[in-house]
């Protein structure tokens, strides 16, 4: 897909783990590994306010588009 | 509470399906001895026979079906025919009783919307549209031995249309079930 999530780039510049984040945001870790791992089909806007707030980041900064 | 009920309906008919496919396998080694006897005078030579040789009839019907295996091969054409029809039609109702058994063991499992259920359902469809086959070619043979249009009017030729009909629904319940999977996995797939 072209749509790219860079979770695990966020995640490591505010140097939060998987399991804090899962928690923070009230999502699985088996969820947000899809997530993280470029798995999921589709992210909903909630899930994605959530990561905003959680981070202290914008939309743009979790998702990229590259052309393939 | 819907979901409970499914399972328990699906667990229902597996037990039903399994029953009628363990029938249909005993019933597949009977067939040539079931056409032999049919044609050698049915029921009534098998009573015959138990009465003047003592033996049990269960017995004499289990001989005469082991010994009809090879020897019904030799009694003409028609007895042939309607042999390999109904051994050929008894296996693919196996097949088509299999894979209803395997869609219901996914369905059980709270998997109904999935890849392997609409290979199944498209595999039960491909049979049935052999059975439709069949019948038409046993029906197309009919014609041409008897060479008049009376086989029009068998139950064999009602196999024709009702398998295919029954085909072409299998099929498009085989592209639902694609179509639903896919959906499902997106959804699964939205965080």
Sequence with gaps: MAICVNLDVMMARRKIGAGELAAKIGLTPANLSILKNNHAKAIRFSTLDALCEALECQPGDILEYRKE | ?191
């Design chain 2, 1 to 191: 509470m819907e979901k409970g009920r499914t399972r328990t309906m699906a667990h229902i008919l597996r037990w039903v399906l399994t029953l009628t496919f363990v029938c249909n396998l005993a019933a597949l080694p009977l067939v040539p001895g079931l056409v032999g006897i049919n044609w050698s005078g049915g029921a009534e030579t098998l009573r015959l026979l138990s009465e003047s040789s003592g033996v049990p009839v269960f017995q004499v019907f289990a001989l005469s079906c082991w010994q009809y295996l090879w020897r019904v091969w030799r009694i003409g054409p028609e007895a042939v025919v309607l042999a390999l029809f109904l051994l050929l039609c008894g296996t693919c109702t196996a097949v088509i009783l299999w894979q209803g058994l395997r869609v219901l063991k996914k369905v059980e499992a709270g998997r109904a919307f999935c890849a392997e259920n609409a290979r199944y359902a498209a595999t039960a469809g491909t049979v049935c549209f052999v059975i439709s086959a069949l019948a038409l070619a046993r029906f197309l043979w009919a014609v041409c031995y008897y060479g008049s249009l009376q086989p029009l009017f068998s139950y064999n030729t009602l196999f024709i249309p009702v398998f295919l009909a029954a085909g072409l629904m299998l099929m498009v319940l085989s592209a639902l079930i694609r179509q639903a999977a896919e959906l499902k996995a997106e959804n699964d797939l939205t965080i």
